[in-house]
C-alpha cells in the first residue's frame, strides 16, 4: 500500500506544470484552497488514476482505507482532487469506506473544491438505497454539524442519487435537507441548495417546481432562479 502511495504522489508532482505565482494564487482563491497547487492537467491526472485502479483490486478494506486518509489528509490540493476522482472510479474502493471515513476527510477542508472533490458523484441511487439506514442517519448528522464543510456535503452527496431516480425516499430526504440549510446566507450552501434542487429537478420536476413555488421568499434567491431555468429550459 505504501508503495502505491508513493507511486500516485511521485507521478502527480512529475507531472505539474510550470505556474506563475500570480496565476497559482489566483487559482487557489477560486477553489477555496490553501493547501499547495501543483497545476496537474485533468488528461495528466487521469492517465494516473487509470493506472492506479487495477491497483485498488487487490487491497484489503483496510489498506483501501489507510490510502485515503494519506490523499484526503494531505497538504496538496491535487492528492485530495486525485483521492475523489479515484473513488468515483473504484467501486471497491466506496465500498470499503464509511460515514465516519468521509466525516474524518471533510472535517479539515475549506473551501468548495476541496468538499466536492471528496463526496462529488460519489456514490449512486442503487448505493444509496442498498445502505439506506445508514445514508438517512448521516446525510442528518451532516446537515446540522457546526462544521459548514459538513453541511455542504449533506447537499451535495445527495446530487448524483437525485439525478438518477424519483425514488420518494430519496426525494423526501433531499427536500428535508433543503429545508434545514435554506436559511443560511453562505455561498457555500446557497450553492448547493441550488445544486441539489437543479438535480432534483431531472426526475422530479413536478415535485420540484411545486417546492419552488411554495418557498419562493424562503429559498435563496440564486437557489430559486437557477431551478426554474433549469425547469423552464433543461440548461444549467
Excluded: H
Excluded at 502511495?5 to 505556474?19: D, E, G, N, V
Amino acid at each position: 500500500m505504501e508503495k502505491v502511495i508513493a507511486k500516485i504522489k511521485i507521478s502527480l508532482q512529475k507531472a505539474a506544470k510550470p505556474c506563475p505565482q500570480k496565476e497559482r494564487g489566483w487559482v487557489q482563491k477560486y477553489l477555496g484552497t490553501k493547501r499547495k497547487f501543483l497545476c496537474v492537467k485533468a488528461s495528466e491526472r487521469d492517465k494516473i488514476l487509470r493506472q492506479t485502479a487495477g491497483e485498488i483490486k487487490e487491497m484489503s478494506p483496510k489498506e483501501i482505507v489507510e490510502l485515503f486518509d494519506e490523499l484526503f489528509l494531505s497538504d496538496t490540493f491535487e492528492f485530495v482532487n486525485f483521492g475523489g476522482k479515484l473513488l468515483v472510479i473504484s467501486t471497491k474502493a466506496r465500498e470499503s469506506i464509511g460515514f465516519s471515513d468521509l466525516e474524518k476527510w471533510l472535517e479539515p477542508t475549506a473551501g468548495w473544491a476541496e468538499c466536492d472533490s471528496i463526496c462529488q458523484s460519489l456514490f449512486s441511487e442503487k448505493e444509496v438505497l442498498a445502505r439506506w439506514n445508514e445514508w438517512q442517519k448521516n446525510i442528518a448528522k451532516f446537515s446540522r454539524n457546526k462544521n459548514i464543510q459538513l453541511r455542504r456535503a449533506s447537499l451535495v452527496l445527495q446530487c448524483k442519487p437525485s439525478r438518477g431516480s424519483n425514488d420518494p425516499q430519496l426525494r423526501q430526504l433531499a427536500f428535508e435537507t433543503i429545508e434545514k440549510l435554506k436559511g443560511e446566507k453562505e455561498v457555500l450552501i446557497t450553492k448547493a441548495v441550488s445544486w441539489l434542487l437543479r438535480s432534483l429537478a431531472v426526475k422530479n420536476g413536478q415535485e420540484v417546481l411545486q417546492y419552488l413555488q411554495e418557498n419562493k421568499d424562503s429559498l435563496p434567491k440564486n437557489a430559486y432562479r437557477e431551478t426554474m431555468k433549469k425547469i423552464t429550459t433543461g440548461k444549467k
